[in-house]
């Protein structure tokens, strides 16, 4: 199925990008003409990221790239999610939605992004069942303590997490 002429963000943090992330932004490409992936410049309800925005979207564009998804793009956004929708011509945001724990969140983002922009509509794909647990915070912290996440992550992104937690945690 594709929506004709229809652009989607997938906005996020992504510190890092990890295998869950690229399960939503691959089954809204397939359903989407085109999806932009929007990186949040600096996350206002998160500590300082452990990548920068550039490496963050970096790492996307290397994913999608190896996926072979060829109607994806990457931005890097400052602004209100909304603004940043309308500035790249996209009606539609695309959430992935793990468990029960995610509702509450999310429901309030709607409810705020509802506000500013009635005409953006939000969507909201499951979770694969296999990434139904998977978050960026839990990938750093098995990383943190020497836990093998080359399951869970991109190749370019496990090869990269022990190094820069342990220089991030010397800093
Ligand atoms: O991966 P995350 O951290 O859940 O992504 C959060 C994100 C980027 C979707 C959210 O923080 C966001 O939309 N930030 C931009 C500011 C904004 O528009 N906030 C919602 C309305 S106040």
Redesign the pocket.
């Known amino acids: 199925m594709s929506v004709s002429g229809k652009v989607a963000i997938c906005?996020?943090?992504?510190d890092p990008v990890t295998n869950g992330h690229l399960d939503i932004i691959s089954r809204a490409s397939g359903v989407f003409d085109r999806v932009i992936v929007?990186v949040?410049n600096q996350?206002?309800?998160?500590q300082k990221t452990l990548y920068t925005s550039e490496e963050r979207k970096a790492f996307i564009e290397q994913a999608a790239a190896d996926h072979g998804l060829g109607n994806i793009s990457v931005e890097i956004f400052s602004n209100?999610?909304?603004e940043f929708a309308r500035e790249q011509g996209a009606g539609v945001v695309i959430k992935g939605l793990r468990a029960i724990s995610d509702f509450e969140y999310e429901f309030e983002?709607n409810q705020?992004?509802r506000m500013?922009a009635p005409d953006i509509e939000s969507m909201y794909i499951f979770a694969s069942a296999r990434y139904s647990f998977l978050s960026s915070t839990g990938v750093k912290e098995m990383a943190t303590f020497g836990g093998d996440v080359s399951e869970l992550v991109p190749p370019a992104v496990a090869s990269s997490l022990t190094d820069r937690i342990s220089r991030d945690s010397e800093g």
């Open positions: 906005p996020g943090s992504y929007g949040v996350p206002v309800r998160k209100l999610l909304v983002m705020l992004n500013l």
